[in-house]
């Protein structure tokens, strides 16, 4: 059964194609992994199946709806996680998430409820009444996933979660992303530059080079495929080449993610 589908998927910024007529399948429950240089196209067809941007040409359908026809179904469906901070310093761990459930149309009479399971499935319960300006690096990017789950989504959509990570934080976000999965069923779709993080965690991956999808298998396959000893980081080169890519995000979006990655560090 299918997630996520894009079918002749196409998007341009002026005369710079970003997705070029992009064919993709997630199955529902599994970790899908999409790689690639900057550049390639990644957070682009992200934001195309998160309805933040209009679909030009092609077709993407979650869980059977279509963002261009019943875009408020796939939004009750998603949970995402961008690589920007999507957390209020200022607030509360509890406040930010129950902002998010009203944002999320939670039902008033569920939303307490909802807000104290999202908070204790990312081990943030004894947090929840702290500031949040008090938080660690990796408690922050745990909020952010309780933010993404308080509507009980279907698909987690992250986008560099382990960005300004250390080793153990990184660790200790996965097995709480690889639990919830578990738990609930629900379908998680991440990009990362972490090859090891995708080989660990990610049942298929796909590598993205300039809008197109290069090579798609699980990551034992595309490593066996590309000869003994290799590893993701090998096929990854293999794919995408180690020429630089022009990020189609600009100066904001760099000084953006530098910034996300002061604040988590």
Not at 43 to 55: K, N, S
Not at 74 to 102: C, H, K, M, W
Request: one cysteine or more; charged letters at 25%.
């Amino acid at each position: 059964m299918t997630a996520v589908a894009c079918t002749g998927l196409r998007y341009s910024f002026g005369d710079h194609v970003a997705v070029d007529d992009l064919d993709l399948s997630v199955r529902r429950g599994e970790i899908f992994g999409l790689l690639g240089p900057n550049g390639a196209g990644k957070t682009t067809t992200i934001r195309l199946i998160t309805t933040l941007l209009p679909v030009q040409r092609g077709m993407v359908t979650v869980y059977g709806a279509d963002p261009a026809v019943r875009p408020f179904a796939v939004r009750r469906a998603i949970g995402y996680v961008p690589q920007s901070l999507s957390a209020d310093g200022s607030l509360t761990g509890r406040e930010n998430v129950s902002l998010f459930a009203r944002l999320f149309d939670v039902p008033r009479r569920q939303r307490r409820d909802r807000v104290d399971e999202a908070l204790d499935a990312m081990g943030l319960a004894d947090a929840a009444d702290r500031m949040v300006s008090t938080y660690s690096g990796g408690m922050v990017r745990r909020l952010e996933l309780s933010q993404a789950l308080v509507n009980q989504p279907r698909l987690l959509i992250l986008d560099e979660p382990t960005i300004g990570l250390d080793p153990v934080a990184r660790g200790a976000l996965w097995e709480k992303v690889t639990q919830l999965r578990d738990s609930t069923g629900a379908t998680v779709l991440v990009t990362t530059h972490h090859m090891d993080e995708a080989d660990q965690y990610c049942e298929r991956v796909a590598l993205m080079h300039r809008g197109q999808i290069r090579a798609l298998d699980t990551p034992a396959e595309l490593k066996a495929a590309l000869g003994p000893d290799s590893t993701l980081e090998d096929v990854f080169r293999h794919y995408t080449g180690d020429t630089f890519t022009e990020t189609q995000g600009g100066f904001r979006d760099v000084r953006s993610t530098r910034r996300t990655a002061r604040r988590l560090g």
